[in-house]
T-cell receptor, first 110, second 115 residues
Framework: RKEVEQDPGPFNVPEGATVAFNCTYS??????FFWYRQDCRKEPKLLMS???SGNEDGRFTAQLNRASQYISLLIRDSKLSDSATYLC???????????FGAGTRLTVKP | DVKVTQSSRYLVKRTGEKVFLECVQD?????MFWYRQDPGLGLRLIYF???????EKGDIPEGYSVSREKKERFSLILESASTNQTSMYLC??????????????FGDGTRLSIL
């Protein structure tokens, strides 16, 4: 079983739609969680950290569910520019290596 | 803003060659990482380093070595390149923190093709 699993998609949604991605992780000791965004043929870029209490940044909301060991990313009012691959990342405390999901591909269409 | 610079965006080498991929960061980060990214497999950690002259194996170190002689520079070496090492290589760096893990910042990536 992979340590970090994501639905690879692709998710094809119209502009203005709300879309949500889930990511499950297997290590219950994981402490730090992040969502990265990667455009085609580009490097991953940090989208947002995920905090225990959940956090929001504009149209993006991240949630953590420790009991079920998953994190989620919600995108409201999707824009064409949101089209990208979204990578889920988890890390144990005091451990330098992060575990990446394979990514979920999102395409927002006009 | 953190800047992680990889020496080449595209590189073509031949089987058996020794290949050097260079990475430099300008934010005095302690941690540096080398990943490869392949379709359907996501990012896989090759090696990482948390200090000068220190290195730790990641998930797939076979066929690779690294060098960290200076804090800002982390080099990935393919001792004898093989075709299955054709991939996108990503370097990243992060700050060491006692309280929580800091996010990693990535370079632009190097697309390496081994013929």
């Amino acid at each position: 079983r992979k340590e970090v699993e994501q639905d690879p998609g692709p998710f094809n949604v119209p502009e203005g739609a709300t879309v949500a991605f889930n990511c499950t992780y297997s290590n219950s000791a994981s402490q730090s969680f992040f969502w990265y965004r990667q455009d085609c043929r580009k490097e991953p870029k940090l989208l947002m950290s995920v905090y225990s209490s959940g956090n929001e940044d504009g149209r993006f909301t991240a949630q953590l569910n420790r009991a079920s060991q998953y994190i989620s990313l919600l995108i409201r009012d999707s824009k064409l520019s949101d089209s990208a691959t979204y990578l889920c990342v988890v890390n144990e405390e005091d451990n330098n290596d992060m575990r990446f999901g394979a990514g979920t591909r999102l395409t927002v269409k006009p | 803003d953190v800047k992680v610079t990889q020496s080449s965006r595209y590189l073509v080498k031949r089987t058996g060659e020794k290949v050097f991929l260079e990475c430099v960061q300008d934010m005095d980060h302690e941690n540096m990482f080398w990943y490869r990214q392949d379709p359907g497999l996501g990012l896989r950690l090759i090696y990482f380093s948390y200090d000068v002259k220190m290195k730790e194996k990641g998930d797939i170190p076979e066929g690779y070595s690294v060098s960290r002689e200076k804090k800002e520079r982390f080099s990935l070496i393919l001792e004898s390149a093989s075709t299955n090492q054709t991939s996108m290589y990503l370097c990243a760096s992060s700050l060491m923190s006692a309280s929580s893990n800091q996010p990693q910042h990535f370079g632009d990536g190097t697309r390496l093709s081994i013929l």
